[in-house]
């Protein structure tokens, strides 16, 4: 079992952060809802609202999940050729890449999708890097259209300025549109890090990049004396290595090494990662410093 795999428990729906015994899940899918499979209702649950559903396994924001009471796993990888003949919308997206390891998740992979739900793809490994280029060139000729970032920006509740959220997105190259039909693609590569330190308070930090893993899960980003780790989506491949950052979350600290948490909740509120390296060179410092 892998991350962004998902598993049924009691109809309900968890989106799998790690394998084992028990299953470290987050919850996206209870009874009740706009949402309709074999003739039962289901609704999108909100971060803050997890805990009311199979509550006995909740704790610290997640679900852990024991292997014995899962109904159904549904395996994002072994699952696309079943999910494509059902779902032309996922066949449109997996028909463009043709790529050996991928797959999909969240609703369009449990089958609450609805006719205007994005297409969640996986890429595995070094397979990710290929989409992203393929993504970048695709744009480049024609093939696919770029978002609509101004509905991404609202969608995501972004606290900076648009201008600012706008060129950081425009570079990440992991998202389109291909004949109307809207995608994300994910990575998924080595085991998914969760981290419990001692919690200090929220903090600003600056600082040069020296290492990233930018499209992880958390994304990375290590400073000389801070390591800032990004549980929300928004900010996945914000910055790279050798670009000077600011970052704004959560700081814990973790056998004496200082940890920024950026997405401490769903809802990012004040919490982001900026690369100032990209604002000045494009010009949009100023609006950025307005904001503070």
Same mark, same amino acid.
């Given at each position: ?6 598993? %049924? ?9 790690? *394998? ?14 706009? /949402? !309709? ?7 999108? !649950? ?34 696309? =050729? @079943?999910? #494509?003949? =059902?779902?032309? #919308? ?28 994005? !297409?969640?793809? +996986? ?7 290929i989409g992203r280029e393929m993504i970048r060139r695709g744009i480049e000729r024609g093939i696919l259209d770029e978002p609509d970032f101004e @509905? &991404?920006? =609202?969608?995501?509740? &972004? ?6 959220? @706008?060129?950081? %997105? /425009? ?20 085991? !998914?890090? $969760? ?9 600003? +930090? ?19 004396? #801070?390591?800032?780790? #990004? ?31 950026? *997405?401490?909740?769903?809802?990012? %509120?004040?919490?982001? &990662? &900026? ?15 307005? $904001?503070?």
């Amino acid at each position: 079992m892998r991350f962004r795999d998902f598993v %049924e428990v009691k109809d309900h729906y968890l989106s799998v952060l790690k *394998g084992g015994n028990p299953i470290v899940c987050v919850l996206r899918y209870a009874p009740n809802g706009d /949402r !309709v499979k074999d003739g039962k209702n289901y609704g999108k !649950v909100d971060h803050s609202e997890a805990g009311k559903y199979l509550s006995e396994f909740y704790r610290d924001g997640l679900h852990y999940i024991p292997l014995e009471i899962v109904d159904r796993h549904y395996d994002a990888m072994k699952m696309l =050729r @079943e999910v #494509c003949e =059902r779902d032309e #919308c996922v066949k449109r997206v997996a028909d463009f890449f043709k790529l050996e390891k991928m797959g999909v998740t969240g609703s369009r992979l449990v089958g609450l999708a609805k006719d205007d739900s994005d !297409v969640d793809f +996986v890429l595995y490994d070094e397979c990710f890097d290929i989409g992203r280029e393929m993504i970048r060139r695709g744009i480049e000729r024609g093939i696919l259209d770029e978002p609509d970032f101004e @509905e &991404v920006y =609202r969608k995501r509740k &972004v606290s900076l300025p648009y201008e600012v959220f @706008e060129v950081h %997105e /425009r570079r990440k190259f992991n998202k389109a549109v291909l004949n109307g039909v809207r995608f994300d693609i994910l990575y998924v590569g080595g085991d !998914v890090r $969760l981290v419990r330190g001692k919690r200090v308070g929220k903090l600003t +930090v600056r600082g040069r990049v020296v290492e990233a893993k930018p499209f992880d899960y958390p994304a990375v980003y290590r400073l000389n004396d #801070c390591e800032i780790l #990004c549980y929300t989506h928004t900010f996945v491949g914000q910055a790279f290595v050798g670009e000077f950052v600011e970052a704004r979350g959560v700081l814990e600290v973790l056998n004496g090494n200082r940890i920024l948490i950026v *997405g401490s909740r769903r809802d990012v %509120e004040d919490e982001y &990662v &900026v690369s100032l390296t990209l604002l000045e060179r494009e010009g949009i410092w100023y609006d950025f410093e307005r $904001l503070k």
